[in-house]
Antibody, heavy 121, light 107 residues
Framework: EVQLLESGGDLVQPGGSLRLSCAAS????????MSWVRQAPGKGLEWVSA??????????HYADSVKGRFTISRDNSENTLYLQMDILRVEDTAVYYC????????????WGQGSLVTVSS | EIVLTQSPGTLSLSPGERATLSCRAS??????LVWYQQKPGQAPRLLIY???NRATGIPARFSGTGSGTDFTLTISSLEPEDFAIYYC?????????FGQGTKLEIK
């Protein structure tokens, strides 16, 4: 059974940093692309970042809204996905979901339950 | 960036009725269009991928059609558990984008 468990969400001041983790199990993690998707309170879904699997060099991709501030990475030995978030803004406040990609790029077939990040002074 | 526009914003129907949800892309995404369902307090769930393919375990009452810029999600006969928010997402390139969602509510 595929499981994705996010952690690391917290209250942080504007300009601060936070690192989210997503522990994966139930599939061969290293082969699959992974994404972070966020949802601001009462709003829709926004794709944040993706990282490809080992077969395509673990290339990274970012939404314009976070490029240069967020860094996605993965530890295939620990089956864990990360999102390092720097220079946080109030508008980054959201539930952050970790999602597994299907064998085809961009089909998010399993999602975690989310981790709440609140950016406020 | 490819913009996805969903309509209507809210759809009010009764159980047993047919629901038709639309998603329009600002430029062609070929058939690389995905639909998700999200219920309050839950993570999204994959419904349809590549415009018309049901994901594993999704009931046959859910179907998707379309290509290029215009896509439709149809629920043939609404069950009580189908009332939720539905999002479309394009995967034609790595810069995935979502539509703003259609809320399907009980009339």
């Amino acid at each position: 059974e595929v499981q994705l468990l996010e952690s690391g969400g917290d209250l942080v001041q504007p300009g601060g940093s936070l690192r989210l983790s997503c522990a994966a199990s139930g599939f061969t993690f290293k082969y699959f692309a992974m994404s972070w998707v966020r949802q601001a309170p009462g709003k829709g879904l926004e794709w944040v970042s993706a990282i490809s699997g080992i077969g395509t060099g673990s290339t990274t991709h970012y939404a314009d809204s976070v490029k240069g501030r967020f860094t996605i990475s993965r530890d295939n030995s620990e089956n864990t996905l990360y999102l390092q978030m720097d220079i946080l803004r109030v508008e980054d406040t959201a539930v952050y979901y970790c999602a597994k990609g299907d064998t085809a790029m961009g089909i998010l077939d399993y999602w975690g339950q989310g981790s709440l990040v609140t950016v406020s002074s | 960036e490819i913009v996805l526009t969903q309509s209507p914003g809210t759809l009010s129907l009764s159980p047993g009725e047919r629901a038709t949800l639309s998603c329009r892309a600002s430029q062609s995404v070929s058939s690389f269009l995905v639909w998700y369902q999200q219920k309050p307090g839950q993570a999204p769930r994959l419904l349809i991928y590549d415009a018309s393919n049901r994901a594993t375990g999704i009931p046959a009452r859910f179907s998707g059609t379309g290509s290029g810029t215009d896509f439709t999600l149809t629920i043939s006969s609404l069950e009580p558990e189908d009332f939720a928010i539905y999002y479309c997402q394009q995967r034609s390139n790595w810069r995935y984008t979502f539509g703003q969602g259609t809320k399907l509510e009980i009339k």
